[in-house]
């Protein structure tokens, strides 16, 4: 299995950008596919993450009501839609999926929960 994220880039604080993730190489869908970050300096964190059938959604705190996580079970692919942007979410975002029914999405916060992992794409916001 094989995740690429893309879609990051250079925007000012106020602006959006989306992010996608592709997966290939298993016909199967995940059941969560979710998104991380890790900012200079600090260790990586949970952003967001979608289950397979419900698609019940979990986010970090910090960014509810601004990002949105969405998924195309027919690809497989998951978005992240960052909406009002600020400096402080400027960072490597990488996709992650995993196949393995655990629970509700908050369960999926950990990053041992994870087994495929993209590359990572760099998102920085300019104040």
């Known amino acids: 299995v094989q995740l690429q994220a893309s879609g990051g880039g250079l925007v000012q604080a106020g602006g959006s950008l989306r992010l996608s993730c592709a997966l290939s190489g298993r016909t199967s869908i995940p059941y969560v596919m979710g998104w991380f970050r890790q900012a200079p300096g600090k260790e990586r964190e949970f952003v967001a993450v979608i289950t397979r059938s419900s698609g019940r959604t979990y986010y970090l705190d910090s960014v509810e009501g601004r990002f949105t996580i969405s998924r195309d079970n027919a690809k497989p692919a998951a978005y992240l839609q960052m909406n009002n942007l600020r400096p402080e979410d400027t960072a490597v975002y990488y996709c992650?999926?995993?196949?393995?029914?655990?629970?509700?999405?908050?369960?999926?916060?950990?990053?041992?929960?994870?087994?495929?992992w993209g590359q990572g794409t760099l998102v920085t916001v300019s104040s």
């Open positions: 992650a999926a995993d196949y393995r029914v655990l629970g509700e999405a908050v369960i999926y916060t950990g990053e041992d929960k994870y087994i495929y």
